[in-house]
């Protein structure tokens, strides 16, 4: 039986073994967007995994979701980021970039105009923004012109993510932001060619994905994904066909991966493992649920056919985890509170498990 400790391969990327550092959002950019030698530190602790996915990076100002998130549109932003990089590649890790463009999950205090979206439509609940948390602001629909430009984003910081070292990206299609927007039911109520039928809906994700593999080769280009997830009030109208026909896109694009999210029934989840010929990435709890991931749980999907398992929040606090996970060790909780309070406590200050003398 596949281990989680057996090599896989993506590209030209040899992965170690199969625990992948999910995504996760910290907040510890510096203003304009830029990566901090702390983000080089806490990337580099955690370089034992397989690969490591970064926290979201925004593709454009207009894309930025939370404040204090960076990005990858300015030269000054790439230059940030390659010290992290090459941190992470000192050490013997992967890293890939997740590129999130918010949509309408966002605020002008936040970047100094109005979201955009598929739609006007807002999002359910309150958004980030300098000045706490507020009701999710009514978005601006963008005109049927405007749609390739913001497809088009992620290619243009899927270009920059490569000139600053990271070994490849992740499109962000999951959890309510711009891509998972298009897709939806009901956050996206256009009449053009991007929104009513199920090959209109999955086009902004097919043109995203497409463009980023133009500009960076599909063994570099990932996308998470998660099929009737409702975050963000997001809901969807025919998850089956709709992960179908999209993943039936994705397999003619050849991408490197797709990640899933476990935000359906399980049923559903394995019929599109099989509908997926490619690596396929899975996470097997819903993201911020009550339940982390364990190794029992990422055997358990090994098991029914995923190549490699993420883990979010059980990286937080140990940066050692392969090691944990391999001998058996305990794993250490974690703070909520230092999520996104900014500063180094509760995201450098975790230490690699401590053997008695």
Same mark, same amino acid.
């Given at each position: 039986?596949?281990?989680?400790?057996?090599?896989?391969?993506?590209?030209?990327?040899?992965?170690?073994?199969?625990?992948?550092?999910?995504?996760?959002?910290?907040?510890?950019?510096?203003?304009?967007?830029?990566?901090?030698?702390?983000?080089?530190?806490?990337?580099?602790?955690?370089?034992?995994?397989?690969?490591?996915? @970064?926290?979201?990076?925004?593709?454009?100002?207009?894309?930025? @979701?939370?404040?204090?998130?960076?990005?990858?549109?300015?030269?000054?932003?790439?230059?940030?980021?390659?010290?992290?990089?090459?941190?992470?590649?000192?050490?013997?890790?992967?890293?890939?970039?997740?590129?999130?463009?918010?949509?309408?999950?966002?605020?002008?205090?936040?970047?100094?105009?109005?979201?955009?979206?598929?739609?006007?439509?807002?999002?359910?609940?309150?958004?980030?923004?300098?000045?706490?948390?507020?009701?999710?602001?009514?978005?601006?629909?963008?005109?049927?012109?405007?749609?390739?430009?913001?497809?088009?984003?992620?290619?243009?910081?899927?270009?920059?993510?490569?000139?600053?070292?990271? =070994?490849?990206?992740?499109?962000?299609?999951? $959890?309510?932001?711009?891509?998972?927007?298009?897709?939806? @039911?009901?956050?996206?109520?256009?009449?053009?060619?991007?929104?009513?039928?199920?090959?209109?809906?999955?086009?902004?994700?097919? /043109?995203?994905?497409?463009?980023?593999?133009?500009?960076?080769?599909?063994?570099?280009?990932?996308?998470?994904?998660?099929?009737?997830?409702?975050?963000?009030?997001?809901?969807?109208?025919?998850?089956?066909?709709?992960?179908?026909?999209?993943?039936?896109?994705? @397999?003619?694009?050849?991408?490197?991966?797709?990640?899933?999210?476990?935000?359906? =029934?399980?049923?559903?989840?394995? /019929?599109?493992?099989?509908?997926?010929?490619?690596?396929?990435?899975? $996470?097997?709890?819903?993201?911020?649920?009550?339940?982390?991931?364990?190794?029992?749980?990422?055997?358990?999907?090994?098991?029914?056919?995923?190549?490699?398992?993420?883990?979010?929040?059980?990286?937080?606090?140990?940066?050692?985890?392969? /090691?944990?996970?391999?001998?058996?060790?305990?794993?250490?909780?974690?703070?909520?509170?230092?999520?996104?309070?900014?500063?180094?406590?509760?995201?450098?200050?975790?230490?690699?498990?401590?053997?008695?003398?």
């Amino acid at each position: 039986m596949t281990s989680l400790f057996h090599p896989h391969q993506i590209g030209s990327l040899t992965l170690p073994n199969r625990v992948v550092m999910a995504p996760m959002t910290r907040v510890r950019a510096a203003e304009g967007g830029l990566a901090t030698p702390s983000m080089a530190t806490y990337y580099a602790q955690r370089a034992t995994a397989g690969l490591i996915v @970064s926290e979201g990076v925004q593709p454009s100002l207009v894309g930025q @979701s939370n404040p204090g998130t960076p990005g990858l549109y300015t030269d000054e932003q790439v230059a940030s980021w390659k010290p992290v990089t090459g941190a992470v590649h000192a050490n013997g890790g992967r890293i890939f970039a997740q590129i999130m463009h918010g949509g309408r999950v966002s605020h002008h205090e936040t970047t100094g105009t109005q979201p955009v979206g598929p739609s006007a439509v807002p999002a359910v609940g309150n958004v980030f923004t300098p000045t706490g948390p507020q009701p999710a602001p009514m978005p601006r629909a963008l005109e049927t012109a405007e749609v390739p430009e913001h497809a088009g984003s992620y290619a243009g910081a899927a270009r920059r993510a490569v000139d600053a070292g990271f =070994d490849g990206v992740e499109l962000h299609g999951a $959890n309510g932001y711009m891509i998972s927007q298009f897709l939806s @039911s009901n956050a996206n109520l256009r009449t053009d060619s991007y929104g009513g039928s199920v090959a209109n809906r999955i086009r902004f994700a097919v /043109e995203a994905t497409a463009a980023t593999v133009d500009a960076v080769g599909a063994e570099r280009t990932g996308i998470r994904l998660s099929p009737g997830g409702g975050f963000w009030g997001v809901e969807e109208r025919d998850v089956r066909e709709l992960y179908t026909a999209l993943l039936a896109e994705l @397999s003619r694009l050849g991408v490197a991966y797709v990640h899933l999210e476990a935000t359906t =029934d399980e049923e559903l989840l394995l /019929e599109l493992r099989r509908a997926w010929s490619g690596t396929l990435i899975m $996470n097997p709890t819903v993201p911020m649920g009550p339940k982390q991931v364990d190794k029992a749980g990422a055997d358990r999907w090994l098991g029914l056919g995923a190549d490699l398992v993420s883990f979010g929040r059980a990286f937080i606090a140990n940066p050692d985890l392969v /090691e944990r996970l391999r001998s058996g060790l305990p794993i250490a909780p974690v703070d909520e509170t230092t999520y996104y309070q900014g500063g180094d406590r509760g995201y450098l200050t975790y230490p690699a498990y401590q053997h008695a003398a």
